[in-house]
């Protein structure tokens, strides 16, 4: 298994360019969601997702899209960058278990670099 | 909804020096504290977590307890090593894969040889 898959690792924008942060998992996780990353702020949540065609905000969400078409992907668009969303981005997955454990599987992070 | 303060943001020992990092959380209902390490330019990993009905969990060096009524609980790392020196978050949430923990804000362990 491959796990949790990020694409790009690495990405340069001008302020109001627009893209799409690709995650991908292949564990059959009914859950995944999407966390930034900044020095001393620890890993807030933007986004996340309980299942196919269902989704929901986080803690810092404006400025973010997401959509949940397949169990497998979770891509995050951002529609009019920021410099405020120079940032290193996480997707995790998690699933139910009988004993309520809650592990987050990280996927490897998007460095993020707004100009 | 839930909030988790984490203390120090930095703590430097000397290897063989044990370690203590805290976190307090605020909502009552949260029943599920896991722990992640995560070593520069990496992903965060789970190291060890700890459920409502345990007060004490050990996993070789690394040990949690958690004071329900109070609110707050502790990682311990003894016999610290320098491949220990990573950043660590603690969370707090509801178990079950649907809950979404919220993180603290990180500790960042320098193990000095």
């Known amino acids: 298994n491959a796990g949790v898959t990020q694409t790009p690792k690495f990405q340069v924008l001008k302020t109001g360019q627009s893209m799409t942060l690709q995650c991908a998992q292949d564990m059959n996780h009914e859950y995944m969601s999407w966390y930034r990353q900044d020095p001393g702020m620890g890993l807030r949540l933007i986004h996340y997702?309980?299942?196919?065609?269902?989704?929901d905000q986080g803690e810092v969400p404006n400025g973010y899209n997401v959509s949940r078409s397949t169990t497998e992907d979770f891509p995050l668009r951002l529609l009019s960058a920021a410099p405020s969303q120079t940032s290193v981005y996480f997707c995790?997955?998690?699933?139910?278990?009988?004993?309520?454990?809650?592990?987050?599987?990280f996927g490897p992070g998007t460095r993020l670099t707004v100009l | 909804g839930e909030n988790v303060e984490q203390h120090p943001s930095t703590l430097s020992v000397q290897e063989g020096d044990s370690a203590v990092i805290k976190c307090t959380y605020s909502?009552?209902?949260?029943?599920?504290f896991p722990w992640y390490k995560q070593e520069l330019g990496k992903r965060p990993q789970l190291i060890i977590d700890?459920?409502?009905?345990?007060g004490e969990k050990k996993d070789q060096r690394i040990a949690v307890t958690l004071n329900k009524t109070a609110k707050h609980f502790s990682l311990h790392i003894t016999e610290t090593q320098p491949e220990d020196s990573a950043v660590y978050f603690c969370?707090?949430?509801?178990?079950?894969?649907?809950?979404?923990?919220?993180f603290g804000r990180g500790t960042s362990l320098i193990v000095h040889p």
């Open positions: 909502d009552s209902a949260s029943n599920y």
């Open positions: 969370a707090a949430s509801l178990s079950g894969g649907s809950y979404i923990p919220t």
């Open positions: 997702s309980v299942g196919a065609g269902i989704t």
């Open positions: 700890i459920r409502s009905n345990v």
């Open positions: 995790a997955s998690s699933y139910s278990t009988g004993g309520g454990k809650n592990e987050q599987f």
